[in-house]
């Protein structure tokens, strides 16, 4: 399975914006790119994800590099409940396709 | 939205004894779950996916007898650990695909499992 690379971890102010970013340089063409949270102690939540084009919604944007072997995760406004750890997971369009391999994600700090 | 619960959210057992974890969707039916584990500071680790009506698929390295999955309706699977470890401490955290949004995972909340 494609692999993801992200930094541990990354610091942020409040109300700043945030980019986390995510390298997949052997993702395949039928890859989609999905970004899910984890606030401490609870499940993972999805946040976005796209296949190649960048993509909006209420929670956050999505950049993807023109070859996708990269993306971002760009929130617009950070807030505390924004602080979690962040994973980039690669989605086979292919049988069994929910299933995800997570990386080690990035946990994000924020600071009031 | 749709909703993936957990029972119990906690649980302590003694060493050598088994343990169900239960989990359910609340508002959609869900052909497959999938189940993982998380260590403390660690990433969530697959370890299997449950398949209704069928034996469930484990990943490479997870004991099927150890880990037992029935997924006996389209809105409930249970993972029992068998003859618990105190190495089997984690949090075991479950997941299901609902039918109006296909490109989303629902993770329901978790369950601490602690092995004394």
């Known amino acids: 399975d494609a692999k993801t690379t992200q930094p541990n971890s990354m610091e942020s102010n409040e109300e700043e914006p945030v980019h986390l970013p995510c390298n997949h340089s052997t993702i395949s063409g039928t890859d989609y790119i999905h970004w899910y949270r984890q606030l401490p102690s609870q499940g993972p939540e999805y946040v976005i994800h796209?296949?190649?084009s960048n993509v909006n919604n209420r929670m956050a944007s999505l950049a993807i590099a023109e070859d996708r072997k990269s993306s971002t995760l760009i929130l617009h406004r950070a807030t505390l409940r924004d602080a979690a750890v962040y994973y980039c997971i690669l989605r086979p369009q292919v049988y069994n396709f929910n299933k995800f391999y997570f990386g080690s994600g990035t946990k994000l700090n924020v600071k009031p | 939205g749709a909703v993936v619960s957990q029972h119990p959210s906690r649980v302590i057992c003694k060493s050598g004894t088994s343990v169900k974890i239960e989990c359910r969707s609340l508002d959609f039916q869900a052909t497959t779950m999938f189940w993982y584990r998380q260590f403390p500071k660690q990433s969530l680790m697959l370890m299997a996916t449950?398949?209704?009506?069928?034996?469930?698929?484990?990943e490479q390295g997870v004991e099927k007898d150890k880990f037992l999955i029935n997924h006996a309706s389209l809105t409930l699977s249970t993972l029992t650990v068998t003859s618990a470890h105190p190495e089997d401490s984690s949090f075991y955290i479950c997941?299901?695909?609902?039918?109006?949004?296909?490109?989303?995972?629902?993770f329901g909340p978790g369950t601490r499992l602690t092995v004394t």
């Open positions: 449950s398949n209704e009506g069928s034996k469930a698929t484990y």
């Open positions: 796209g296949l190649t």
């Open positions: 997941s299901a695909t609902p039918p109006t949004a296909d490109y989303e995972q629902y």
